[in-house]
């Protein structure tokens, strides 16, 4: 695959506060990359910064070869957006909205045919010819999200796209969203909801106080894993042993079961099993804790943390 | 179609908007015919000027009113950033927003126009067209000076305060065209460069070049709004257009080629200082252009530099470079034209007053009430020309007055002098309330 963004370096300051410092990744075409972190981890700005909002102090964006700095209009013509406040004209009417969307974005010739794909992919049609300020937050969500894709951009940054959805529509967006995956699009999305970012992300992205801590595909090996491992009663020994051992850190003890983060893959992790068991420990239970996007988020936050704290 | 244009037109043409317009119009001019026919002033009278009248009230005032919200609006409804984001250019975004905004605006008002050339009968057929071109121009000015204001207020933390600006720069360019359509006799003259024009032709002149360059400025902060950025070229071209046009009622024929180069230098000196003032305070400033200008000299980015330069450290170049010429060809006084032919050492001085106080705007922004820098700049400035020294003499302190306040055209090199010092305090100061903004004291941003 071919990296349609290539970030570098890319430090972003407000006076007295470094919302970015120094981040540095590479999207591949065709991916879905979830962008998570806690509150203030400068997700927003990233974005912004991405689309070309907002102007870092040092470093580079690239979208698909063209710097966004140097020639924004060029790469807003191949982006798409929906920021968290939607940015919609709520006195014109779905279809005026969709078609200065796309007349905005340099589409000419089948603007009339795009508004109605794009309103059927978001299951707009019978609201076409509303007010937007009279639709639900729901509907609204969707005139935005379509607004941002009618022009079949190569990339779509979406800040928290399916708040307010409920969750019919929530499962209709994944849909939406691999099938854009499907025909090309590559798309970096934000949102507190992790569970609904498994449901199609490929990638993952965690920002923490600004700086990156980890960029991976999902499914991948995580460089750290959070083991559960359950001892029969009455062995300390080998907590004691498992404790000394360098590739495990943040141990944390729940009567005779401890959680523990263990830096190695799963042979690692078998070679570890077997030597807790040559040095004599009742282990009753042994395997990493989850392999979901929450819990793999939490690992990598949590791991995050240790060398600052 | 400019999109832009389409959707302002979405936004303003309804059918019930341009009937009930088209009908309160014709009831007015129905009254006004009615009124003339009444009071024996004869059909011409009252309705031409009441034409003129409501022309200018609905191009002008309301057209430049709708021009500003055309932007505003967007800012309130969030959906700038939107906009911001289209792959429009910005000239497509300058007019779309512009003549979209005011189109229905503009069908009432041509009516008025059209109605003022029909009736005005007692004015020859070139004086008629005069005031047409007249109207024609000063409107178009009021609506994209409005604009300008509005581009002005994009980056602005408190936008809402500038709403009274705007409405401000409105109304007194307005009055400023209402006074030159009503009161510049059409008999007048004006010496210009040596030339004698006639007074009313040459400022109609001069109001479609100002048109001009307002529609290049507002193009250019839109530019610059959508982060296209480049060289400020247009910037430096105006003020040297600018000095140069004002300097033709100063310059004559029979001056020696050195004076008139000086007098030149001198208006276009006062002109750039002016300018410098302007942009500074009306301009959004971002307190991290210092640092992105040296990071972008240390790697050599010097197109960059170019373009991020702010307005008001342009204008003060181009001050510099004048005050430069001012005191390179310094000499005798030429009494004939005033003191602006031979300001000398005095242009330094007067640089050196602008510099300091933009310098000490600069560090309010920095400081802990940045968002109120203007107004502390104001109140600051108030005390240091006008009330300090006023209670000087009063107090018989002499001495103090002149090292607060020091005179340019008494003791040029004296006040130069004074003012460097001033200067450098404030530069020091500056330096330290920057410093103490841009140490990072923690990281995180939403």
């Known amino acids: ?309 | 179609m400019n999109p832009e244009l389409q959707r302002q037109w979405w936004l303003e043409l309804s059918p019930a908007r341009l009937i009930t317009h088209g009908a309160g119009l014709g009831v007015l001019f129905v009254l006004v015919g009615l009124l003339d026919a009444r009071f024996g002033l004869g059909f011409g009278a009252a309705t031409p000027t009441a034409a003129l009248l409501v022309f200018v009230c609905l191009a002008a005032w309301i057209g430049g009113q709708r021009v500003a919200d055309a932007l505003l609006d967007e800012l309130r409804a969030q959906t700038w950033d939107m906009q911001r984001l289209s792959a429009l250019s910005p000239w497509s975004m300058t007019w779309g927003k512009w003549l979209g905004a005011t189109t229905d605006v503009w069908l009432g008002s041509l009516l008025c126009l059209a109605i003022f050339l029909q009736t005005a009968q007692s004015l020859t057929v070139s004086i008629r067209a005069l005031f047409a071109l007249e109207a024609l121009g000063g409107a178009l000015l009021v609506q994209i000076l409005s604009l300008i204001g509005a581009l002005a207020l994009t980056g602005h933390p408190r936008r809402l305060k500038g709403l009274l600006g705007g409405r401000l720069v409105m109304v007194s360019s307005s009055l400023g065209y209402a006074w030159l359509a009503f009161h510049l006799g059409t008999d007048e003259t004006v010496r210009w460069y040596g030339q004698v024009l006639p007074a009313r032709v040459f400022c109609t002149g001069l109001l479609w070049v100002a048109l001009v360059w307002g529609t290049l400025g507002a193009y250019r902060l839109m530019a610059e709004t959508l982060q296209v950025r480049g060289i400020p070229w247009a910037w430096v071209s105006f003020l040297l257009f600018a000095g140069g046009v004002a300097a033709g009622g100063y310059v004559q024929p029979e001056q020696l080629p050195v004076v008139q180069l000086r007098t030149l230098a001198a208006v276009v000196l006062i002109g750039a200082l002016g300018a410098a003032y302007l942009t500074a305070f009306n301009l959004p400033r971002d307190p991290l252009f210092a640092r992105r200008l040296c990071g972008y000299a240390r790697a050599s980015q010097w197109r960059r530099v170019a373009e991020e330069t702010p307005l008001w450290i342009v204008a003060l170049g181009v001050g510099l470079v004048a005050v430069v010429v001012c005191v390179g060809t310094a000499g005798p006084v030429d009494d004939a034209v005033g003191p602006i032919t031979h300001l000398g050492l005095a242009a330094f001085a007067l640089w050196a007053y602008a510099a300091r106080d933009l310098l000490l705007l600069l560090g309010l922004g920095f400081g802990p009430r940045a968002a109120r820098a203007e107004t502390t700049a104001v109140l600051i400035l108030a005390l240091l020309y006008w009330v300090i020294p006023a209670l000087c003499t009063l107090l018989g302190l002499g001495a103090f007055r002149v090292g607060v306040r020091p005179p340019v055209f008494a003791g040029p090199g004296a006040a130069s002098l004074i003012l460097l010092v001033q200067l450098a305090g404030v530069g020091v100061w500056t330096w330290r309330a920057y410093q103490m903004r841009m140490t990072p004291q923690a990281t995180g941003r939403t």
Request: hydrophobic share 50%; with cysteine; aromatic share 4%.
């Open chain 1, 1 to 309: 695959m071919s990296s349609l963004i290539e970030v570098a370096g890319l430090v972003v300051e407000y006076p007295g506060l470094r919302a970015l410092d120094q981040v540095s990744f590479t999207l591949e075409a065709g991916t879905i990359t979830a962008l998570v972190g806690p509150n203030g981890a400068g997700k927003t700005t990233l974005m912004r910064c991405l689309c070309g909002l907002d102007r870092p102090l040092e470093g580079r964006i690239l979208l698909a070869g063209f710097d966004v700095m140097e020639a924004p209009r060029e790469c807003h013509a191949r982006l798409g957006f929906l920021p968290d406040f939607l940015g919609l004209y709520d006195a014109l009417t779905v279809a005026q909205c969709l078609q200065y969307a796309a007349a905005a974005h340099a589409i000419r010739l089948e603007i009339p045919s795009r508004i109605t794909t794009t309103a059927a992919r978001l299951a707009l049609t019978p609201y076409l010819s509303q007010p937007v300020g009279t639709l639900s937050r729901g509907l609204r969500q969707r005139v935005a999200i379509g607004q941002a894709i009618i022009h079949s951009p190569k990339m779509l940054i979406l800040d928290e796209p399916a708040s307010g959805l409920d969750p019919e529509a929530r499962h209709a967006l994944a849909q939406l969203f691999h099938t854009l995956q499907a025909e090309g699009m590559t798309l970096l999305v934000s949102s507190h909801i992790l569970a609904e970012l498994e449901d199609y992300a490929t990638h993952m992205l965690i920002l923490r106080a600004g700086q990156l801590i980890e960029h991976r595909a999902l499914g991948s090996a995580p460089a750290h894993t959070m083991l559960i491992i359950e001892f029969a009663q009455g062995q300390p020994a080998g907590l004691a042993w498992l404790a000394a051992q360098p590739a495990v850190s943040e141990l944390v003890t729940t009567g005779a079961t401890v959680r523990c983060l263990f830096a190695g893959d799963a042979a690692a992790q078998a070679t570890l099993l077997h030597a807790l068991l040559l040095a004599g420990a009742g282990v009753v239970r042994f395997g990493p804790a989850g392999a979901d996007l929450q819990q793999s988020y939490l690992e990598t936050v949590r791991h995050g943390q240790v060398p600052l704290s």
